[in-house]
T-cell receptor, first 110, second 114 residues
Framework: GQQLNQSPQSMFIQEGEDVSMNCTSSSIFNTWLWYKQDPGEGPVLLIALYKAGELTSNGRLTAQFGITRKDSFLNISASIPSDVGIYFCAGYLGAQKLVFGQGTRLTINP | DAEITQSPRHKITETGRQVTLACHQTWNHNNMFWYRQDLGHGLRLIHYSYGVQDTNKGEVSDGYSVSRSNTEDLPLTLESAASSQTSVYFC?????????????FGEGSRLTVL
């Protein structure tokens, strides 16, 4: 069954606002990944986190690997229209097997 | 450029028919995966393979099968399609250089079972 809880499920914001979403689990993960999916496309990797406590940025995106290794968050600063899409957290539980959260659908009003 | 391609991109079929979705990657990746995406469930793993002749069941494998006869291809077969298998299917691959390998996804195949 689902092992990653991602929230919120959807967000409706104004252009320019900051965005925050997170993933939690009862299991310990050794890697956290954040993906973005545009309509009609497959997910594309945004940020990868490999160590507990790690904070990594990719442009306006910042993600952190929780100290307990059971959670992670993704922040987007100063949102722009092309940020629209579905964001997925994912984590490796066992060798090579990636588990995904339910996704956060981001909608931006211009 | 190396890539991963899925076909068909869209398919409509009837209950009980056999359906095969193709996945082909040119990166020479060892690992290949099939996921299905449904509202409220995110991406769920159907089957995966770590190399030629290796296949493994994921969390939602019932009603699906895969075969890996070469490095490049992992076709997904629905032996007898059911309406519950209406979904968007994504194939992915990774180099398999450790548990942190990034997955590269295809563009998806939308299957409708009537």
């Amino acid at each position: 069954g689902q092992q990653l809880n991602q929230s919120p499920q959807s967000m409706f914001i104004q252009e320019g606002e900051d965005v925050s979403m997170n993933c939690t689990s009862s299991s310990i993960f050794n890697t956290w990944l954040w993906y973005k999916q545009d309509p009609g496309e497959g997910p594309v990797l945004l940020i990868a986190l490999y160590k507990a406590g790690e904070l990594t940025s990719n442009g306006r995106l910042t993600a952190q690997f929780g100290i307990t290794r059971k959670d992670s968050f993704l922040n987007i600063s100063a949102s722009i229209p092309s940020d629209v899409g579905i964001y997925f957290c994912a984590g490796y539980l066992g060798a090579q097997k990636l588990v995904f959260g339910q996704g956060t659908r981001l909608t931006i009003n211009p | 450029d190396a890539e991963i391609t899925q076909s068909p991109r869209h398919k409509i079929t009837e209950t009980g028919r056999q359906v095969t979705l193709a996945c082909h990657q040119t990166w020479n990746h060892n690992n290949m995966f099939w996921y299905r995406q449904d509202l409220g469930h995110g991406l769920r793993l159907i089957h995966y393979s770590y190399g030629v002749q290796d296949t493994n069941k994921g969390e939602v494998s019932d009603g699906y099968s895969v075969s890996r006869s070469n490095t490049e291809d992992l076709p997904l077969t629905l032996e007898s399609a059911a309406s519950s298998q209406t979904s968007v299917y994504f194939c992915a691959s990774s180099p398999g250089t450790g548990v942190t390998g990034e997955l590269f996804f295809g563009e998806g195949s939308r299957l409708t079972v009537l």
